[in-house]
């Protein structure tokens, strides 16, 4: 009887808040029952979300962030995949980069959603990030990290993580993320697109030029190796032509997929899909199919290595029954 209760709330708690995968333990003895359960949908759902209160955006505490900013010498933003699940939020973000005058870095997870190619853009941080991302964090005095987790790739070492950084400001729409990795010093469990708009409404014009100065010097541009071998910065800068505002980009895990999000521009949210956290080999055909399928219209290239493509080569079956 509480069954499809059970169903519905699931349904509500992967979709909403942190999306995410829910489990449902069914026992063998009620998988087994055929059962007729009365259920009105407007009323279950009234009742989950009596359940679940939605986090509202404090308007004191935002301010409090806009005033670290303005007040700090060497701020930077830091963005993750909680990011990425709104398009308004890649013109919201620049926005607050050029209001605050500060650079910002975005996490594999957050690729797309800030844009690339400008002298806010760092790409992305941690072990395979580049040069001026982790400069920048090992440099900044004020470090503001909006929907993203502090993981071991973006961290390495906690104890040797930004050093510098007098204010370390978490926003994340889940509280258990908080606190968990990198001790912070001000803490705001909210939305982050909620977040975002509240924060560019709140940022008073900024001036860091020393500090923007000081990290454009500290950009590396990768030498490709002589010889016969194609090196992998030239190939993405082929691939890279190809990618406009109308593809999607696939990858699959491996050294592959950290080559596309350090040489590809992806040029908008939810526009770089690929398999962060877990890092599952043969993501990366059965997403493209996918998203293929979910935007028939729109190029997707998909990026994989030997291994995670033999892992679903059968695949190809599929691509050439519905002409993909």
């Not at 830091?78 to 973000?93: A, Y």
């Not at 072990?127 to 001026?132: P, R």
């Given at each position: 009887?509480?069954?499809?209760?059970?169903?519905?709330?699931?349904?509500?708690?992967?979709?909403?808040?942190?999306?995410?995968?829910?489990?449902?333990?069914?026992?063998?003895?009620?998988?087994?029952?055929?059962?007729q359960?009365?259920?009105?949908n407007?009323?279950?759902?009234?009742?989950?979300?009596?359940?679940?209160?939605p986090?509202?955006?404090?308007?004191?505490?935002v301010?409090?962030?806009?005033?670290?900013?303005?007040?700090?010498?060497?701020?930077?933003?830091?963005?993750?995949?909680g990011?990425n699940?709104?398009?308004?939020?890649?013109?919201?973000?620049?926005?607050?980069?050029?209001?605050?005058?500060?650079?910002?870095?975005?996490?594999?997870?957050?690729?797309?959603?800030?844009?690339?190619?400008?002298?806010?853009?760092?790409?992305?941080?941690?072990?395979?990030?580049?040069?001026?991302?982790?400069?920048?964090?090992?440099?900044?005095?004020?470090?503001?990290?909006?929907?993203?987790?502090?993981?071991?790739?973006?961290?390495?070492?906690?104890?040797?993580?930004a050093?510098?950084?007098?204010?370390?400001?978490?926003?994340?729409?889940?509280?258990?993320?908080i606190?968990?990795?990198?001790?912070?010093?001000?803490?705001?469990?909210?939305?982050?697109?909620?977040?975002?708009?509240a924060?560019?409404?709140?940022?008073?014009?900024?001036?860091?030029?020393?500090?923007?100065?000081?990290?454009?010097?500290?950009?590396?541009?990768?030498?490709?190796?002589?010889?016969?071998?194609l090196?992998?910065?030239?190939?993405?800068?082929?691939?890279?032509?190809?990618?406009?505002?109308?593809?999607v980009?696939?990858?699959?895990?491996?050294?592959?997929?950290?080559?596309?999000?350090?040489?590809?521009?992806v040029?908008?949210?939810?526009?770089?899909?690929?398999?962060?956290?877990?890092?599952?080999?043969?993501?990366g055909?059965?997403?493209?199919?996918?998203?293929?399928?979910?935007?028939?219209?729109?190029n997707?290239?998909?990026?994989?290595?030997?291994?995670?493509?033999?892992?679903?080569?059968q695949?190809?079956?599929?691509?050439?029954?519905?002409?993909?």
């Amino acid at each position: 009887a509480q069954l499809p209760d059970i169903v519905a709330e699931a349904f509500f708690v992967a979709s909403t808040g942190r999306p995410g995968p829910v489990v449902i333990d069914i026992p063998k003895d009620v998988f087994v029952q055929d059962v007729q359960v009365p259920y009105d949908n407007g009323t279950v759902r009234n009742r989950i979300m009596m359940k679940y209160k939605p986090c509202q955006v404090n308007k004191e505490q935002v301010n409090k962030v806009a005033q670290f900013i303005q007040k700090a010498e060497k701020p930077m933003l830091v963005v993750g995949g909680g990011v990425n699940n709104r398009l308004k939020n890649r013109d919201v973000l620049y926005e607050i980069a050029k209001k605050a005058d500060m650079p910002v870095s975005t996490t594999l997870m957050g690729r797309g959603v800030f844009p690339a190619g400008n002298v806010y853009d760092l790409g992305m941080p941690g072990m395979h990030g580049t040069v001026e991302a982790n400069y920048t964090i090992q440099h900044c005095d004020c470090l503001v990290a909006v929907g993203m987790r502090f993981d071991d790739r973006v961290t390495s070492n906690v104890s040797s993580f930004a050093p510098n950084a007098k204010m370390i400001v978490h926003v994340d729409i889940d509280a258990a993320e908080i606190g968990k990795t990198v001790t912070v010093g001000y803490p705001l469990v909210a939305d982050s697109a909620d977040f975002l708009d509240a924060l560019l409404e709140a940022l008073p014009q900024c001036q860091h030029k020393d500090w923007m100065d000081e990290v454009q010097q500290s950009r590396y541009e990768i030498q490709s190796p002589a010889g016969s071998v194609l090196p992998p910065k030239e190939t993405f800068a082929f691939i890279d032509k190809y990618v406009d505002e109308n593809t999607v980009v696939v990858t699959d895990v491996g050294q592959h997929q950290m080559w596309a999000a350090l040489f590809l521009n992806v040029a908008g949210s939810r526009q770089f899909i690929t398999s962060g956290g877990l890092g599952t080999m043969g993501f990366g055909f059965p997403a493209a199919i996918g998203t293929q399928f979910g935007f028939p219209d729109r190029n997707v290239i998909l990026i994989t290595g030997d291994g995670s493509f033999q892992m679903n080569m059968q695949e190809l079956a599929i691509m050439k029954k519905f002409k993909l």
